[in-house]
Nanobody
Framework: QVQLVESGGGLVQAGGSLRLSCAASGSIFSANDMGWYRQAPGKQRDLVASITSGGRINYADSVKGRFTISRDNVKNTVYLQINSVEPEDTAVYYC?????????????WGKGTLVTVSS
C-alpha cells in the first residue's frame, strides 16, 4: 500500500503563487509516475501535470507556462508550483502515484487539498 498526503492548499488572491506538496510513503516502486490532478466543483477530475521517476514531464495545455511540477525521489515527494493563479484554478488538487511493474500500473490517490482563488 501507498499513502499520499497533500499539503499547501488554501486561499490565494488572483495573480499570486502557491506550492503544493505531496509526500508518499509505503510500498513505492523504483519505477513510478507521480502527478497532480484537479477537480473543480461540478466538473470531472483532470490531469494537471505528471512526472515519471526518470524525470519525464507532461502538462495539461491549460497550465503550461504557469505550473511547474518537480519531484524529490529521495523524499518521495512531488511538488506543484502554481504561479499567476487565476479564479479558474479553484479546485481540489489530488496527488496520484502509479507504481509501474512490467508495463502495468497500480494507482494510489491522496485525499486532496483545496485551492481557492479569489478575484
Amino acid at each position: 500500500q501507498v499513502q499520499l498526503v497533500e499539503s499547501g492548499g488554501g486561499l490565494v488572491q488572483a495573480g499570486g503563487s502557491l506550492r503544493l506538496s505531496c509526500a508518499a510513503s509505503g510500498s513505492i516502486f523504483s519505477a513510478n509516475d507521480m502527478g497532480w490532478y484537479r477537480q473543480a466543483p461540478g466538473k470531472q477530475r483532470d490531469l494537471v501535470a505528471s512526472i515519471t521517476s526518470g524525470g519525464r514531464i507532461n502538462y495539461a495545455d491549460s497550465v503550461k507556462g504557469r505550473f511547474t511540477i518537480s519531484r524529490d525521489n529521495v523524499k518521495n515527494t512531488v511538488y506543484l508550483q502554481i504561479n499567476s493563479v487565476e479564479p479558474e484554478d479553484t479546485a481540489v488538487y489530488y496527488c496520484k502515484l502509479t507504481n509501474m511493474y512490467l508495463g502495468y500500473g497500480v494507482d494510489y490517490w491522496g485525499k486532496g487539498t483545496l485551492v481557492t482563488v479569489s478575484s
